[in-house]
């Protein structure tokens, strides 16, 4: 996901990231499913796995995204003090 | 001593519920006490208690068979096909805020049931002491399945297709397939991300043939980021989730009837008057409406529950009622909630949950014996089932709400009368007072249960 961000660069762009992300959703949902039955928890348990990275990511861009929002209000705020 | 084991708790093999001399305690079995120190030297019981999301508890005893806690009592049991939307999103908020902290203090939740949840009036508090077990490293959540079947689909489909589907739970009791969900859930929802990923695609996942992506993906790891980030968009989901209120007739029915402020301040008096006399712990007011009676009640009653068939009108006492002394549900009285579960004896019904010690039926019975024809003896029999004290208005046929109800019928009430009223409630109830509202014919009247 920051690999993404990074190559879109611009914040601008994100609309165009999520509707990525959106598209490989689709796209996981034309997975077949199996005749078979089995235990409904471990589907879950495994397409946590799947996600895992995802999920990192949203808290790792979320952490960032805050920096960064920080860093801006700081920047912001010091320059209104000098004017 | 005799012990009364609760019937629903049969699950959890770390411990249960039971009722000693009327009050409820929990046994904590050797084999979970591990977990349980850590809970509470952690900090995390603290934290989690101070900040009322979990319902504190006194430990009683301590026996090499285990530890017996009394957790603070809760005066009224409900479950999820009882609340409106938005007492189940603040059951579904209160479960994540429950397991985000837990993370913080290294440890999760082993399962996310609606049925862990009870309210405090308005305040949802998480019940379960024993749900708490130390992090197991690099391991998904347990629970994912469960929050999603219990909370996900049905807030979902309650938003995005119809706020009643929340009764699903009544024959989905441990939760609503997600597969179900996901196939009633309409083509838009796809567009929403959140929706897409925990609903549609986690269902698809339920059908999969797991094990060889099981093998195939042993070797990932689920860090606890990944765990944060999947309670966080929970959370995000559960919040962005909302229901259009319908403006019903009934959330607006007292500005639009036919009462008169004298009619209403006799009304209110009267309501004040006999809970002053009673001062009764447990009080039902059926057909609450905003709350309005519910509210006067709690002058001199412990607990009120408010209960209505209109989903806006409990919906709106939820959302604005500041006090902890109202509970409003979305029960209709007509088909009210039957016993579920495990030899039907996992969720009680709701007159298992009775009797009240007195039940408001103000402007209701006109709704019960026209709107569904249902007959005095039959509303009596019923009044007698929930009720030790009755405080019950009796409408003629003269009264315009009334005719309302018989503007498009055949009026086949011969027997709607006072006097038929009287005597079919006499065989169950003695009437302790009666005032008459004004010159319209409409009468209140305070009964007591005659066994």
Redesign the interface.
């Known amino acids: 996901m920051i690999f993404l961000l990074s190559k879109y660069g611009s914040i601008k762009k994100l609309p165009m990231f999520l509707f990525c992300i959106w598209l490989t959703g689709l796209f996981l949902l034309a997975v077949r499913p199996a005749l078979a039955y089995l235990d409904p928890g471990s589907g879950s348990y495994v397409f946590q796995l799947l996600i895992a990275g995802l999920l990192t990511a949203s808290v790792t861009v979320k952490m960032y995204w805050r920096q960064i929002k920080s860093y801006i209000e700081k920047k912001v705020m010091r320059k209104r003090d000098e004017d | 001593m005799k012990i009364k084991r609760e019937p629903a708790s049969f699950r959890d093999p770390d411990g249960f519920v039971y009722v000693k001399q009327g009050t409820v305690y929990r046994k904590i079995q050797p084999s979970f006490i591990t977990q349980y120190r850590k809970l509470l030297q952690s900090g995390l019981y603290q934290q989690l208690t101070q900040q009322q999301l979990l319902i504190p508890h006194e430990e009683t005893r301590q026996t090499p068979s285990g530890i017996e806690i009394k957790p603070q009592p809760i005066p009224f049991i409900t479950y999820p096909y009882e609340w409106t939307f938005n007492q189940l999103r603040s059951a579904a908020l209160t479960t994540l805020a429950v397991q985000k902290q837990a993370l913080e203090f290294d440890m999760s939740l082993k399962d996310a049931s609606a049925y862990n949840i009870q309210f405090l009036g308005n305040q949802p508090r998480f019940i379960d002491t024993l749900s708490f077990e130390e992090l197991a490293q690099y391991q ?3 629970a ?2 469960q929050f ?1 079947e219990h909370f996900l689909a049905p807030l979902a489909l309650m938003s995005r297709v119809d706020v009643g589907l929340n009764r699903l739970f009544i024959f989905y009791h441990e939760g609503i397939p997600l597969e179900l969900a996901s196939r009633l859930l309409p083509i838009n929802s ?2 929403n ?1 959140p929706i ?2 925990h609903l ?3 269902a ?8 060889r ?2 093998e195939a ?1 042993k070797h ?4 606890k ?6 309670t ?2 929970l959370e995000q989901l559960v919040k962005s989730l909302k229901v259009a209120s319908t403006s019903s007739h009934w959330n607006s029915y007292y500005v639009d009837n036919t009462y008169s402020m004298t009619e209403q301040k006799l009304k209110m008096n009267f309501v004040i008057t006999i809970c002053r006399q009673l001062k009764p712990k447990l009080v039902w007011d059926l057909g609450a409406n905003t709350g309005v009676y519910s509210r006067h009640a709690t002058q001199f009653a412990d607990y009120v529950i408010a209960m209505d068939s209109d989903h806006d009108c409990s919906d709106s006492i939820f959302m604005h009622e500041p006090q902890t002394k109202i509970l409003p549900l979305w029960i209709d009285l007509t088909n009210p909630s039957p016993a579920l579960g495990w030899e039907s004896q996992e969720r009680k019904s709701l007159l298992e949950r009775g009797p009240a010690d007195l039940v408001l039926a103000l402007a209701l019975m006109h709704h019960l014996a026209i709107g569904n024809n249902i007959t005095f003896t039959q509303l009596a029999r019923f009044f007698s089932k929930i009720a030790r004290h009755l405080l019950i208005e009796f409408i003629p046929k003269t009264d315009s709400q009334v005719k309302r109800l018989l503007a498009f019928r055949r009026d086949i009430f011969n027997e709607y009368s006072e006097e038929k009223f009287i005597t079919s409630f006499g065989k169950y109830f003695r009437v302790t007072k009666k005032i008459s509202l004004g010159n319209n014919g409409r009468s209140l009247f305070a009964m007591r249960r005659l066994v």
């Open positions: 998904p959540w347990v994912y399945r999603c796809y567009l991300f897409l990923l549609h695609l986690h698809r996942f339920q059908k999969q043939q797991v094990n992506k099981m993906n990932r790891r689920f860090g980021k990944a765990l944060v980030g999947l966080e968009t």
